[in-house]
Every structure is written in structure tokens, then in C-alpha cells.
């Protein structure tokens, strides 16, 4: 059997930077409660009217992730593209993407599973590559969260969260058996779905019935998220998963060399670093100038560590994330 191994990596962030105090001016809200509660500072949020979206935002990162791969677009097998924040109802971005970057007419799956899109992105890409359908699959993580935020105060407890963003890795086969995605594993609780949910636009609301509705006030097209009850889910679930990885593997947390974290709040993932009595440089984070970018926030971070190299051949990378559904997944990585 194949191994898979992250073989380029590549992120794109609009330029439009949003401040804590920016945010204050659109709602009752503060720099320091912010910063308190969520260690952010700023998040990039895409300018109303530039045509930007996550499909495009993806392609960006895309380009970029081919390149230092070394490949072209025709090396490419398979598109796996996670976003919560579809360009369109239907098709999914991974069929944009393929025509954006002018591929052959490859595979192109969506997966929809929030802020654990990556992992489980990255973990059904490293089945084909294990099984030895695919040689090369370009993973995607996008999100376009700005367009469907409540920017005013009903809506600060989700708003300020948020950041708009994308990522994407080419995960390639390899014979290496000890380098690479060694286990990934993934879980949902869907009994908490509608802890953390946008429930509309949806069939299931009979699209004439909201047209007939037009109603201003429909809260239901905005996230809503009961903030605390998934901080103590997210904070028990990283653990549970990163341990689960560990273990499969026979390692240990001292063992870890990198700990990407998905990028929800500071607060968990110094939680998190505490518990397992990890260095700062064993975790990275990125959220204080990006907000948490669901699907994009763990590549990004990927990205960004190893740029600034953080991440050397032969460490232990372990990627964790939860998130809406609920769903968490953590991937363990022989780099
Ligand atoms: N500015 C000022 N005050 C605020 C703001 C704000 N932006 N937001 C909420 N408040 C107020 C509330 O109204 C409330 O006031 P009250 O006590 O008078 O009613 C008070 O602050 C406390 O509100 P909480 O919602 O309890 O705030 P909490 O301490 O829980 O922090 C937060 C909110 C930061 C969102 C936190 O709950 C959190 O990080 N939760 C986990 C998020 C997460 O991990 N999400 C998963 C990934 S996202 C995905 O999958 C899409």
C-alpha cells in the first residue's frame, strides 16, 4: 500500500484587513472583549463588489499549492474542496475550481463539514492515494464568511469570529512508509447539529413559502451558534482525538513536534497546549490576524508554519479541528 504526503501548500487572504475596532463602529462591541474572549485582532473579510467568493479565493491558493508542488494543473487526479460557504446551492466548488484552473475533466467532490472540512478533506484524499486510485489530489479549504454575517449587534456573538479565507495542499502518493499522513481520524455528534447551524437558505424552509415571507427579520439566513456550549464540546473533542491519534500511532504527546490546532479560539487552543504541557513552539496560531476560517483555517496555519520554518523533515504534525455538525477529526503526519 501507498502512503500520502503533503508535497506543496499554498494560502490566499483578501487585503481588506478588519480591526476589533473597525467592528466596534458596526456593533456594541469592544477591542478588549474581543481580544479577551477570542485573542483576535484582526480577520480579513472580502470587499463587497470585488467579485471575490471562495471559489476564487480557493483557485488562488490552489495555483499557488500546484506550484510548490512542482506540478502542473494536468498532474492533478482529484479535487477535494471543503467550504461551508458555497458560491452556489448546487454544483459545489470543486467542479468551479476544475473549470477556474482549466483542468482535464477529473473528479471534483465537495465535502461539507465546517471547521473540520480540512481534516476530513485531507483524510478521504489519503484513502484514494492509499488505495492507489489517485497519484496526486488537490485539497481545498475556502471560506467566504463575510457575505452572510449579521454585521450589527444581534449579530456580534458569531460576527466578529469570523474571517474569510483559503487554502489548499497537494497531497501525492509516496512509497515512504514512514512519512506522511500516518492515521487520520474522524467523528460527529449530529444530536448538536443545530447548536451551531445557518438553517436557510434551504429546501427544507419551501423556497416560495420564504419568498412569499420576504421577512427583513429571518434571523435564519445568519449563523447561529450557542457559543459556550461548543466551547466545552471543542475543548473535551480536541483532546479526545489528538489522544485517539497518538495512540494509534504508539506515540505520546511529548512526541509531537507541531500541533496545528483548527483556528476556532485562542482560548482552546491554549487550553489545549496547557493540558498536554506543549512548548509555544509545538502549537501554532494564526487566529489573532485571520479569525477563525472554518474549512481554510488549518491549512492556512499549515502553511504559514511551515513558510516560516516551523516545520522541519521528520516532525510529528498533528492536525485537529471541531466544529459545526458536530464534527472533529485529527490527522497525525510524519513530515
Ligand atoms: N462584544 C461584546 N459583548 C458580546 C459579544 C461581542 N462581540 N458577543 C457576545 N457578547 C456578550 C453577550 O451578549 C453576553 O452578554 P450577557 O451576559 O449580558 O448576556 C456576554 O457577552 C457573554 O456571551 P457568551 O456568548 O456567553 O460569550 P462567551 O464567553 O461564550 O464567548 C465565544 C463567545 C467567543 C463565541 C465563545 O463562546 C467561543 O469561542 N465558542 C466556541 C466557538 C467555536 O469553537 N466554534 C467552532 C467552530 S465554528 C464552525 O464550525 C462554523
Known amino acids: 500500500m501507498y502512503t500520502s504526503r503533503i508535497t506543496g501548500m499554498g494560502h490566499f487572504v483578501p487585503d481588506n484587513i478588519v ?3 473597525n467592528l466596534s463602529k458596526m456593533m456594541d462591541t469592544s477591542d478588549a472583549w474581543i481580544q479577551e474572549r477570542t485573542g483576535i485582532k484582526e480577520r480579513r473579510w472580502i470587499v463587497e463588489g470585488s467579485g471575490e467568493t471562495a471559489a476564487t479565493m ?3 491558493a490552489a495555483r499557488i499549492a500546484i506550484n510548490k508542488a512542482g506540478l502542473t494543473k494536468d498532474d492533478i487526479d482529484f479535487i477535494v474542496f471543503a467550504t461551508l460557504s458555497p458560491d452556489m446551492f448546487f454544483p459545489g466548488c470543486g467542479v468551479q475550481i476544475q473549470d477556474m484552473l482549466d483542468m482535464p475533466t477529473i473528479g471534483a467532490l465537495d465535502v461539507r463539514n465546517q471547521c473540520s472540512g480540512f481534516v476530513y478533506a485531507l483524510s478521504v484524499a489519503d484513502q484514494f492515494i492509499k488505495t492507489g ?11 467566504f464568511h ?3 454575517l449579521d454585521k450589527t449587534t444581534r449579530g456580534r456573538g458569531v460576527t466578529v469570529i469570523f474571517g474569510d479565507g483559503a487554502g489548499a495542499a497537494i497531497l501525492s502518493r509516496s512509497e515512504d512508509e514512514n512519512r506522511g499522513i500516518l492515521s487520520s481520524h474522524l467523528h460527529s455528534e449530529g444530536k448538536h447539529a443545530r447548536e451551531l447551524t445557518v438553517e436557510a437558505p434551504s429546501i427544507a424552509h ?4 420564504i419568498m412569499e415571507d420576504n421577512d427583513p427579520d429571518d434571523e435564519s439566513y445568519y449563523p447561529y451558534m450557542n457559543g459556550t456550549f461548543v466551547f ?3 475543548i473535551s473533542r480536541f483532546s479526545e482525538v489528538i489522544l485517539e491519534g497518538l495512540e494509534k500511532n504508539n506515540l505520546q504527546t511529548t512526541d509531537i513536534d507541531m500541533l496545528i490546532p483548527h483556528q476556532a479560539n485562542l482560548r482552546i487552543a491554549q487550553f489545549i497546549q496547557k493540558k498536554f504541557k506543549l512548548s509555544d513552539d509545538q502549537v ?3 487566529i489573532m490576524k485571520y479569525g477563525n476560517t472554518t474549512a481554510a483555517s488549518v491549512i492556512i496555519a499549515l502553511t504559514e508554519a511551515f513558510s516560516e520554518g516551523k516545520i522541519k523533515e521528520g516532525d510529528l504534525v ?3 479541528a471541531f466544529g459545526s455538525g458536530f464534527t472533529w477529526g485529527s490527522v497525525i503526519m510524519r513530515w
Open 318 to 320: 498533528v492536525l485537529a
Open 206 to 209: 419551501w423556497v416560495p413559502q
Open 19 to 21: 480591526t476589533n475596532e
Open 133 to 143: 486510485m489517485y497519484k496526486n489530489i488537490l485539497v481545498i479549504g475556502s471560506e
Open 58 to 60: 480557493g483557485a488562488k
Open 146 to 148: 463575510s457575505g452572510g
Open 284 to 286: 501554532f496560531n494564526n
Open 232 to 234: 466545552k464540546h471543542a
